[in-house]
Every structure is written in structure tokens, then in C-alpha cells.
């Protein structure tokens, strides 16, 4: 199944399981459905079975949103208890459309705990109080952790069932293109390793003397980790540069924002370390994953890397948000590096690599090895310093169900394939009625003329930026008054001039003039709106974030 035949499906406002191989875009897909919802006016709460998940997606851990905490099992009198904290009760009660990334994590004991939760708060019994559930991930990644007993996968929890899911499994591939290397990871995933596989790993076997310097490492274990990046900083002359990551927000949100960032509370780097960033450039001029070197240090005082492929970018601190129906409730701010000498493969789950060094002679669970390689996009980016038969083991479980899976997506293609448009849109339009919002037809605009119109039905969060940004002198003035980075404002500004909410009156006060004809110069000479060329064409002159007001501007 495609992205957008999955996105189709999401829409109807069907309960639905995304799943598909690492690469196939679950995440992509996912915030497209986001962006669909909240265009529509219905925000979605967006939950994870772990921190390190929840901050790839800007939401709450599903422990945290539900309330059950670290709670391995609930009597009776705990579901009253938790029910009876009315945050909590607000916050499910409000909640119309539930999405659960990285399924596979998470135990059908806490699948089911929190569908209790639901159940009592909501005063429904259906599955999980009535919402729409969205669920996303792959089982043949990271299994279940239990601090007692082995963990049971959440599909096998009877609530599972009862949700009737539609399975959409993604086949399309957008990490790695390499047939050879794509072979090779069908083959673990299928439980069909032989001895040439292997062979093909194993040619990728390189010496401790001979590996790629400024390389990330995975291994399975955190001390493994913690050692190699401290003696590797250690190593380089200079002195180190501390930068310490600042939080707003209620003490507990904030530590578990703080669990799941990839950045550490604590970011040391010296001129000449390796390093990867932690976070998507809204600017496009790096991702999660990509790495890069410390070349100096700007006039801020702040890291300026040069990337692997060349480009000498000048960093600053980036938000990680935890949002709950449309409002922060919580944020972090770091500089979105992390040494990039070693990290475990638990948290390279979700990231896509250029190279990776594994010692994956450790491997203990299954699945890991599979993550951890199919992380890299080509299999000339794999360096092998340790393999071992575990590393190549999925649960013996899901090779079964995989078939289920995938059986279960296509009948569902099938049928919506033979369904009229009209007949998806009549059931779109349903869901979003439904659920409270107003149907957008694709390229509409709202009522221009009104801003009380243009606000209304608007997520708050962008509703409070576009409120800001008009009584605001300048992006940093705006930026300070809403508590975020400028470039958070922008993306907030991009997002609603992608729902037909934005005006250039709302926001052309916050260029500076002498600006705008240069930019709108150097847009006219390329024949793309791709904000790097334009950027290095105007020599550093004007930031990324004038360049995408400007670029607004045009729209």
C-alpha cells in the first residue's frame, strides 16, 4: 500500500494499524494525517510507547497521557483513582482521535490498562472509551520490555480485536535504495538468512585500525556508549564548550521531554568532534541523523558544523514540545546535536543514518540487530566490528503474524480501490463533521476579510501565534512573547498559510525592508523555492527564517 492510499484510509476516520518496514515513511504518513486534522479543525492527541518516540512526534508518552504511569498492573480502585484526577479526566474526555506510535513497544497489559482508563473516564464501553485509534509501528522492531515477565505484543490483548483495525502496510521504500542491502534485510525480516547473507554482512567486517573516522557506533548497551563518547571528547585538544539544555513547563512533563531527547541535558562538545543532530531542520538544511564536525563556534557562541556532505551550518537551540489539544504544555530547548562517537541501538530507533560502526556481538533481544541496520541507507555505510546469531533473529511470532499483516492491507487496498472518490470524500466529510471540525477542501481559503473569522475552528496553538505575531515588532519579539525559537513561529506562519489562514498584512511587518526585494531578487533566479541556494546566494546576509517569510510572501 502507498502513503497517500494509507492517508486515504486514515481519513475516514477508520481505527487503523500503520505499519510497514523501516523506511517506508509510518512517521511521514502519520504527520500528514496530523496536519489533515488539525486543518480540519480537530486536534489529535499524539501519544508514544516511549520518550525517545513521543519527541519524534511532539507528544506525550501514552503512560504519561493516560495516567497509569509506571503502573505494571491496575485493580479496580487504581482505574477510580486515576479517573478521579481531573486533569486527567479532561484531557481523555477532550481527546477525539487517539494515535499510539511504536506500537511494537508497548505490552498488551498497558495496551489494555489504558483502554480501561478510557473506558471509565469516557463512561463508554467500546474500546477505549470510543475513540478513533490510530496505531503505528512495526513489530518486528523493538519488542515489549517487562521488568518481571516477558512481555506480551499488544495485538494479541482481546481489545486489539475489538477495535476491528484496517491494516495499511506501507511497501514503498525511502531510505535505502540498494538492492543488495535491501535483500539482505527482507531476508532477516523473514526469517530466511542463509549463509550468503551472512557472507554479505560480514564482507562489511572492518578491522578496529581501519574505521572511518567521525563515524557514529551502535551497541547494545549504555556503557558500552558512555565510554566511548567521553574518551573520544577526551582526545581533542582545546577546551570544552558546556551548553545546558532549559526547560518551561510542569516538573514532570519536563523530565520525561528530557528522558526522550536525543540532545542531552548536558551538551559538551570540543572544536573537531563528531556529531549527529537530533532534530529535522525546519529549513531542510539537516535532519535527524545527519553528521557532521565542529568547525568553530559562531558569534553567539554556538556550534557550527559542517555536515558530511559539505554544508557549514550555524546552529541554535531547538524546541522539543509536548502538546496537549492544540496548547504546550511543556518544552525543552538544546542545541539539537549529541556526540556522534557511539549511541545505543534502542535510541537509533526511528533514525536514518548515512553510516553507522555496530558492535552488534552483544545483541541480546530480537530485533536489535535489524534496527540498528536497517538505520543505514546503503550497505557501504556498514561497519562491522562484531556479529552474532542473535543479531539476526526476529521473534519467531511476528513472522507468522507478518503475513496476517500483510494479507489483512491488501484486502483492505482492494476494497477502498474499487470504492467512487465521491464516496471517500462523503465518508471523509462524516468523520470530520463527527468530530467537531469543518471539512477543507483542498486549495480553500478562509474568509480573508474577518479575523475573528480566520481564527475561528483554528488549532489554539496556531490561533496564539497568529494573536502574537500581529502585535509583534519583530519574529524575535513574537517568538519571546509565545515562549519559542523564531523558527517555531514561522513553521506556525507556514502552517497556517497551508490552510488558507494567513495573510501577508498578518505577518510582512516582521521583515525587515531592506530584505525583501533582495530575497524576492534571488527567488526570481532560481527555479526553485528551496530555501540553501538562496541562503548561500545572499552570502549568509539574511537568516533562514527572513528567507521563509519572504518566501510566504510569494505564496
Known amino acids: 500500500m502507498t502513503q497517500g492510499e494509507a492517508l486515504t484510509i486514515l481519513k475516514t476516520g477508520a481505527n487503523v494499524y500503520l505499519t510497514?518496514?523501516?523506511?517506508?515513511?509510518?512517521?511521514?504518513?502519520?504527520?500528514?494525517?496530523?496536519?489533515?486534522?488539525?486543518?480540519?479543525?480537530?486536534?489529535?492527541?499524539?501519544?508514544?510507547?516511549?520518550?525517545?518516540?513521543?519527541?519524534?512526534?511532539?507528544?506525550?508518552?501514552?503512560?504519561?497521557?493516560?495516567?497509569?504511569?509506571?503502573?505494571?498492573?491496575?485493580?479496580r480502585a487504581d482505574i477510580d483513582r486515576i479517573a478521579g484526577k481531573e486533569h486527567i479526566a479532561r484531557r481523555i474526555q477532550k481527546a477525539k482521535v487517539l494515535i499510539i506510535e511504536e506500537i511494537s513497544m508497548l505490552s498488551a497489559t498497558t495496551f489494555e490498562m489504558v483502554d480501561a482508563v478510557c473506558r471509565e473516564v469516557r463512561r463508554i464501553d467500546a474500546?477505549?472509551?470510543?475513540?478513533?485509534?490510530?496505531?503505528?509501528?512495526?513489530?518486528?522492531?523493538?519488542?515489549?520490555?517487562?521488568?518481571?515477565?516477558?512481555?506480551?505484543?499488544?495485538?494479541?490483548?482481546?481489545?486489539?480485536?475489538?477495535?476491528?483495525?484496517?491494516?495499511?502496510?506501507?511497501?514503498?521504500?525511502?531510505?535505502?535504495d540498494d538492492s543488495e542491502f535491501l535483500s539482505v534485510l527482507a531476508a532477516i525480516?523473514?526469517?530466511?538468512?542463509?549463509?550468503?547473507?551472512?557472507?554479505?554482512?560480514?564482507?562489511?567486517?572492518?578491522?578496529?585500525?581501519?574505521?572511518?573516522?567521525?563515524?557514529?557506533?551502535?551497541?547494545?548497551?549504555?556503557?558500552?556508549?558512555?565510554?566511548?563518547?567521553?574518551?573520544?571528547?577526551?582526545?581533542?585538544?582545546?577546551?570544552?564548550?558546556?551548553?545546558?539544555?532549559?526547560?518551561?513547563?510542569k516538573d514532570s512533563l519536563v523530565e520525561g521531554l528530557k528522558r526522550g531527547c536525543l540532545s542531552p541535558e548536558v551538551l559538551e562538545l570540543k572544536e573537531g568532534a563528531a556529531v549527529m543532530f537530533t532534530k529535522n531542520s525546519p529549513q531542510g538544511r539537516f535532519v535527524n541523523g545527519?553528521?557532521?564536525?565542529?568547525?568553530?563556534?559562531?558569534?553567539?557562541?554556538m556550534p557550527v558544523v559542517e555536515t558530511k556532505n559539505g554544508f557549514t551550518v550555524s546552529t541554535e537551540p531547538m524546541e522539543w514540545q509536548l502538546e496537549e489539544q492544540?496548547?504546550?504544555?511543556?518544552?525543552?530547548?538544546?542545541?539539537?546535536?549529541?556526540?556522534?562517537?557511539?549511541?545505543?541501538?534502542?535510541?537509533?530507533?526511528?533514525?536514518?543514518?548515512?553510516?553507522?560502526?555496530?558492535?552488534?556481538?552483544?545483541?541480546?533481544?530480537?530485533?536489535?540487530?535489524?534496527?540498528?541496520?536497517?538505520?543505514?541507507?546503503?550497505?557501504?555505510?556498514?561497519?562491522?566490528?562484531?556479529?552474532?546469531q542473535r543479531a539476526l533473529e526476529v521473534h519467531p511470532e511476528i513472522l507468522e503474524k507478518d503475513r496476517d499483516f500483510r494479507a489483512a492491507s491488501?484486502?483492505?487496498?482492494?476494497?477502498?480501490?474499487?470504492?467512487?472518490?465521491?464516496?471517500?470524500?462523503?465518508?471523509?466529510?462524516?468523520?470530520v463533521k463527527a468530530m467537531g471540525g469543518a471539512y477543507v477542501t483542498k486549495g480553500a481559503k478562509r474568509d480573508m476579510q474577518n479575523p475573528k473569522q480566520r481564527n475561528a475552528g483554528l488549532p489554539g496553538r496556531l490561533a496564539e501565534t497568529l494573536q502574537s505575531v500581529r502585535g509583534a515588532k519583530s519574529l524575535k519579539e513574537a517568538a519571546k512573547m509565545r515562549r519559542f525559537v523564531p523558527s517555531t513561529i514561522v513553521q506556525h506562519l507556514e502552517?497556517?498559510?497551508?490552510?488558507?489562514?494567513?495573510?501577508?498584512?498578518?505577518?510582512?511587518?516582521?521583515?525587515?525592508?531592506?530584505?525583501?526585494?533582495?530575497?524576492?531578487?534571488?527567488?526570481?533566479?532560481?527555479?526553485?523555492?528551496?530555501?540553501?541556494?538562496?541562503?548561500?546566494?545572499?552570502?549568509?546576509?539574511?537568516?533562514?527564517?527572513?528567507?521563509?517569510?519572504?518566501?510566504?510572501?510569494?505564496s
Not at 557532521?292 to 553567539?300: L, R
Open 326 to 388: 492544540g496548547k504546550v504544555k511543556a518544552s525543552v530547548a538544546q542545541v539539537p546535536l549529541r556526540l556522534a562517537y557511539a549511541m545505543t541501538v534502542h535510541k537509533s530507533q526511528g533514525m536514518s543514518m548515512d553510516a553507522a560502526i555496530m558492535d552488534l556481538s552483544k545483541a541480546f533481544e530480537y530485533g536489535q540487530g535489524y534496527v540498528a541496520l536497517s538505520r543505514v541507507r546503503k550497505l557501504s555505510g556498514v561497519y562491522l566490528i562484531g556479529l552474532n
Open 290 to 301: 545527519t553528521l557532521g564536525v565542529i568547525t568553530g563556534w559562531s558569534v553567539d557562541g
Open 495 to 554: 502552517e497556517l498559510d497551508a490552510i488558507g489562514a494567513l495573510t501577508r498584512t498578518d505577518f510582512a511587518h516582521l521583515v525587515p525592508m531592506d530584505a525583501i526585494d533582495e530575497i524576492h531578487e534571488a527567488f526570481a533566479g532560481e527555479s526553485s523555492d528551496k530555501l540553501s541556494p538562496i541562503f548561500h546566494a545572499l552570502g549568509g546576509r539574511h537568516s533562514f527564517e527572513t528567507i521563509r517569510l519572504v518566501r510566504l510572501m510569494r
Open 127 to 176: 474500546p477505549f472509551g470510543g475513540l478513533v485509534v490510530v496505531l503505528v509501528g512495526d513489530f518486528f522492531q523493538l519488542p515489549p520490555v517487562s521488568r518481571h515477565t516477558e512481555a506480551v505484543f499488544a495485538y494479541r490483548s482481546k481489545v486489539w480485536r475489538e477495535l476491528n483495525l484496517i491494516t495499511c502496510y506501507l511497501t514503498e521504500q525511502y531510505r535505502q
Open 189 to 249: 525480516r523473514t526469517g530466511n538468512v542463509e549463509e550468503f547473507h551472512y557472507e554479505e554482512l560480514m564482507a562489511r567486517h572492518t578491522e578496529s585500525t581501519e574505521l572511518p573516522v567521525n563515524t557514529p557506533k551502535l551497541f547494545s548497551h549504555n556503557a558500552d556508549v558512555d565510554r566511548i563518547n567521553a574518551a573520544e571528547l577526551a582526545k581533542l585538544p582545546g577546551r570544552v564548550r558546556t551548553f545546558r539544555m532549559s526547560s518551561k513547563g
Open 20 to 75: 510497514g518496514e523501516p523506511g517506508s515513511g509510518k512517521t511521514h504518513t502519520i504527520n500528514e494525517f496530523v496536519s489533515w486534522l488539525r486543518a480540519s479543525g480537530i486536534e489529535p492527541s499524539v501519544t508514544a510507547a516511549t520518550g525517545i518516540a513521543a519527541t519524534h512526534v511532539g507528544g506525550m508518552t501514552l503512560h504519561s497521557w493516560s495516567g497509569i504511569g509506571v503502573s505494571e498492573s491496575l485493580s
Open 410 to 431: 491488501d484486502a483492505a487496498q482492494s476494497a477502498f480501490s474499487k470504492m467512487l472518490e465521491t464516496e471517500k470524500v462523503s465518508l471523509q466529510k462524516k468523520f
